[in-house]
Every structure is written in structure tokens, then in C-alpha cells.
């Protein structure tokens, strides 16, 4: 019940930017968040002025300070580092893809290369505006890495 009634003293529940604050905090303490061993999982934490419900408007206060803008997200500066104020930035989906680490599967080295088993071939993507776009497959790794740093070049410089 304390919790409905913490609801109604901002008003910003069922905003966007609530949903992130919330995003943040499960992806980083529950447990059963799908992306939990990504976040808290590899250590990553929220830091104490933001931590914890009561605490909302610390961070609506920050983003509106920093950025928010409708259609941008989270990111954090460094992507293994903690969600704080010195760490995060609000960002299009085009500059938050750019920043994040490469994939644990990833068996190429290269962000946006990986290998088709079943194909037995090279996939290259990247990822503009939240939407991945497939750039094509090829033998050599080289070619599909090439592939991606044009892809690079063209919609991100």
C-alpha cells in the first residue's frame, strides 16, 4: 500500500523515464531479470542517489539535467562501469549500440561479426536507431569485418 500511495506523489509513473529507472535497478539486484548476469551479475551497481524507489527523483532530476529526451536511453560511459552520474549519459539507440561491449559469443573479436555455423560463413550487422541491419555474409573474415567498418564509417561517422 506505501508503495501506491509513494506512486502518487510525482505523477511519473507511467512515463518513459520511469520505466528506465526501473529498468536499471532490476537489471542490476533481481535476479531473475534475463539480463541480470549481464549487470549486477558482472558486479555492476546503481549508486546510492539513485538506489531504491525513494530515490526516483534524484535521477529524474539528473536526466532532465543531462539530456532526457524522449526516444534517447541510458548509457553508461563506461559499460562495465556502475550506474552514476559521472558514468551515464542519455543517447540516441545509434550512439548507445556503439558503445557496448562485444558479446560473450562473439568468437570474432569484432562488435557486429560473428560466425554461421550452419552456413559455414561470416554474418556482419550493426545496429542504426535500435534497428539491426544485416550488411551480408562472406568466406572470408576479413571480408565481413570490412563489411562492418564501412557500415561504420556510413551511418555512424
Known amino acids: 500500500m506505501e508503495k501506491q500511495s509513494h506512486l502518487r506523489k510525482h505523477g511519473l509513473s507511467r512515463t518513459k523515464i520511469y520505466q528506465t529507472f526501473w529498468g536499471m535497478l532490476n537489471r542490476c539486484y533481481y535476479k531473475d531479470?534475463?539480463?541480470?548476469?549481464?549487470?549486477?551479475?558482472?558486479?555492476?551497481?546503481?549508486?546510492?542517489?539513485?538506489?531504491?524507489?525513494?530515490?526516483?527523483l534524484n535521477f529524474y532530476e539528473w536526466s532532465m539535467k543531462n539530456g532526457y529526451q524522449d526516444g534517447f536511453q541510458l548509457?553508461?560511459?563506461?559499460?562495465?562501469?556502475?550506474?552514476?552520474?559521472?558514468?551515464?549519459?542519455?543517447v540516441t539507440p545509434t550512439d548507445n549500440a556503439r558503445n557496448q561491449n562485444i558479446r560473450k559469443d562473439n568468437v570474432s573479436g569484432v562488435r557486429g561479426v560473428n560466425y554461421d555455423k550452419r552456413k559455414n560463413l561470416w554474418v556482419a550487422r550493426i545496429t542504426v536507431d535500435g534497428k539491426r541491419i544485416y550488411l551480408g555474409r562472406r568466406k572470408?573474415?576479413?571480408?565481413?569485418?570490412?563489411?562492418?567498418?564501412?557500415?561504420?564509417?556510413?551511418?555512424?561517422?
Do not use: Q
Request: hydrophobic share 25%; glycine share 8%; with cysteine.
Open 33 to 56: 531479470n534475463k539480463s541480470y548476469d549481464l549487470y549486477g551479475g558482472k558486479g555492476i551497481e546503481v549508486c546510492k542517489e539513485w538506489f531504491g524507489f525513494d530515490n526516483f
Open 75 to 90: 548509457d553508461r560511459i563506461n559499460p562495465n562501469g556502475n550506474y552514476e552520474p559521472s558514468n551515464c549519459r542519455w
Open 140 to 157: 572470408k573474415f576479413e571480408d565481413a569485418e570490412k563489411l562492418r567498418l564501412e557500415a561504420e564509417k556510413k551511418y555512424w561517422n
